[in-house]
């Protein structure tokens, strides 16, 4: 193949003018997604205010040096929702990971059992 066909050296193959060609357009298209993804955000958003407000158990596990990173997610949880919300948190013990996750929901389960309106409780 003589170097004048070479297909790196004819137009066909160069996406970089197809993008230069179709700028304006691909503009509009990026506005349009953009626009289309607004519009799904604020129905989710508006469905979500129609759902009744609910009791939602929230269990965390603390994992050592990064408690304040876990407060501050669990405040803006707490602050976002309009349902009932118990958060419940525990330090990480040395098993695995949905093994702390499981210990939460026994106390919880105890707790309820009992009666006792966890809110928010730290269980160690």
Known sequence: MSPAIDF??????????ARWQYRKLLRLVDVAVGARGALARHRARKAARQIPSQAVLLTAVEVPGREADLARVIKKIVEKTH???????????PVGKFDNIN?????????IYCSI????????
């Open 103 to 111: 210990r939460l929901r026994c106390q919880m389960i105890f707790l």
């Open 83 to 93: 349902h009932n919300l118990n958060v419940v948190v525990t330090t990480m013990a």
């Open 117 to 124: 309106s966890p809110g928010r409780i730290t269980l160690r």
């Open 8 to 17: 790196f050296s004819v137009s066909e193959g160069n996406i970089r003018r």
